[in-house]
């Protein structure tokens, strides 16, 4: 049940109104059931592991309170019975496949990734680490913990939400609000528009491109790669404001997850603004343990790096997440690295590094870094990479730019104008102070009905075209 | 490259219309009737745009021109949350 689909918003509509309907006490059972439910629409079969990682963080984080004496044992079990789970359902067949080109032999098995599992996962591990830290309460009633787990709005892509942000608002009492309910479909409107009509229109054109790089020329990779910048952020963006927007309706607050990272001014500034609750966790709970910056220079470098490529491995089951992981890694620790060097030749150069300009240019270098990486990232394959970075390298004509992606006037109309409203409607309806009811811009009727007509007729559009509209960081 | 969206001399007077009805608020302020009859206007030009043969690619522009036309003309909000 994907959200782009019919069937999710009379699914939406029936649990928002069992949210409001059951008493607070026993609320919790119509909204862990619509959880489930809408987890079992995309694997049943593979219900039991989410209850199982549930299960076990939840005995551990009661164990690791009731006897403390022996909480890094609990907590151990916490981690790993949480971590085999995700090791193997999700990278068995990476490292099985890599050892058997090593040695020749096929060590595969026929796995089903489960949807969301990396998402709980680390939910699951926060919530283990942060009871064992002390710096939350156990949470003793497995009702509450197993919504936490698998809170529909959040649970296959995100945002990875803290325990002491969402339990506490699961056990409060929720009324109506049409402050809520009105900020809340707009921010659903807001991420339908750029899913479907950015992110999917935009996903015919960089299929072209990548899914079968031997007929492309160089000069529609680095287009491709820009478009696939477009796409990724209007997809996972798009979700996660349906997702904000959902469960806002129903009185909920999720975090942010993004914050316009095409303006970042450098790497370290664009991962301030993508993928907020990811690069958090990461913070939190693997670079701060790894020693942060508390242990010299080299070691922060090195557990910068670890961060990225554990990061990149993370977002897929394969050497070009990983090399992709990696490739920020070295962004971040040569940007690092070369910032005094850098701050000298701008000085003695005379130049303003704060003027208007080099805010421009910096945002430029930024985003165009970003775009190589993505190559990487959306490669299908490392043969697929190869060929890839070959052309970009090897064949790059301008002049046929635009043509070989099928783009038309019309197309390119669209899309324009699509990405266009995309930043308008990030710049008022989707950053943290318009979650304020008094903050957010007005959304006149009419800007919404045609906001509206046009998710509407993308859709159509798409329908009749075959598109899947599959989210991408579902697969993850 | 593909094109004459909006072929039909009778479509590219409507949509000239929608367009211009909705720069309109920009100067005389946004009132409820005008959204009304704009949106109705709206309602009846695309449906007169299937039935004319058009594409679902030609009326996304049109509703996409008027997305951006009626957007930017919305107050942004100030980072303390207020409006401008």
Same mark, same amino acid.
């Given at each position: ?35 489930? !439910? ?411 009905? !045609? ?26 | ?84």
């Amino acid at each position: 049940m994907n959200f782009n689909s019919p069937e999710f918003l009379i699914f939406f509509l029936i649990a928002a109104i069992l949210n409001f309907v059951v008493p607070t006490k026993y609320r919790w059972i119509p909204l862990l059931a619509a959880s489930y !439910y809408f987890y079992m629409s995309w694997s049943a079969k593979l219900v039991f592991l989410i209850l199982f990682t549930t299960a076990v963080s939840y005995a551990s984080g009661i164990l690791i309170e009731k006897r403390p004496e022996r909480k890094k044992l609990w907590l151990a079990l916490s981690l790993t019975a949480s971590l085999s789970v995700l090791i193997f359902f999700k990278y068995y067949n990476f490292f099985a496949g890599s050892v058997g080109a090593l040695i020749g032999a096929d060590l595969t098995l026929k796995l089903m990734l489960p949807v969301g599992i990396s998402f709980y996962t680390f939910q699951t591990l926060s919530y283990s680490i942060d009871v064992y830290r002390g710096n939350i309460p156990a949470e003793r009633h497995f009702g509450y913990y197993a919504l936490f787990v698998s809170f529909f709005p959040q649970l296959v892509a995100g945002p990875i939400e803290r325990p002491e942000n969402l339990i506490p608002q699961l056990k409060a009492k929720h009324r109506f609000n049409s402050d809520d309910l009105s900020a809340g479909a707009k921010r659903m409107l807001a991420g339908y528009f750029k899913k479907i009509v950015v992110a999917d229109i935009t996903a015919g054109y960089v299929d072209a491109v990548f899914n079968s790089p031997e007929s492309a020329s160089g000069s529609s990779v680095p287009l491709a790669s820009m478009l696939f910048a477009v796409q990724i952020y209007c997809d996972f963006s798009g979700y996660t404001d349906i997702a904000i927007g959902c469960a806002r309706i129903m009185g909920y607050r999720l975090m942010q997850n993004f914050d316009r990272p095409y303006s970042a001014l450098n790497i370290k500034d664009f991962w301030a603004r993508w993928h907020i609750s990811l690069t958090s966790w990461f913070r939190y709970y693997l670079y701060i343990p790894l020693g942060g910056n508390r242990r010299g220079r080299t070691r922060m470098i090195l557990n910068l790096f670890i961060v990225f490529l554990v990061s990149g491995l993370w977002h897929g089951a394969d050497w070009t997440f990983v090399i992709w992981g990696a490739l920020h890694g070295i962004y971040r620790v040569v940007g690092m690295l070369t910032y005094k060097k850098r701050e000298e030749i701008w000085k003695k150069l005379g130049v303003d590094t704060s003027s208007a300009l080099m805010r421009v240019f910096r945002r430029t270098v930024t985003f165009l870094l970003v775009c190589f990486a993505w190559i990487f990232f959306r490669a299908n394959s490392t043969h697929d990479l190869m060929i890839l970075l070959g052309k970009l390298f090897g064949s790059f004509n301008p002049a046929a730019f635009v043509g070989e992606l099928g783009l038309t006037l019309t197309g390119v109309l669209i899309l324009a104008l699509a990405y266009i409203i995309m930043t308008q409607l990030d710049r008022r309806y989707t950053l943290p102070e318009a979650e304020l009811p008094s903050g957010g811009a007005v959304m006149q009727s009419g800007t919404a009905l !045609y906001l509206l007509y046009a998710v509407i007729f993308a859709w159509l559009l798409l329908k009749a075209s075959g598109g899947s509209g599959a989210f991408i960081y579902f697969q993850f | 490259m593909d094109i004459i969206f909006f072929e039909q001399p009778l479509i590219r007077i409507a949509a000239l219309i929608l367009i211009i009805l909705d720069l309109v608020p920009r100067f005389i302020g946004a009132h409820i009737w005008l959204t009304v009859v704009n949106c109705a206007l709206h309602a009846v030009l695309l449906s007169y745009m299937f039935l004319a043969g058009g594409t679902f690619e030609e009326a996304l522009l049109l509703v996409l021109v008027s997305s951006a036309l009626a957007l930017v003309q919305c107050p942004e909000p100030r980072k303390d949350g207020s409006k401008k």
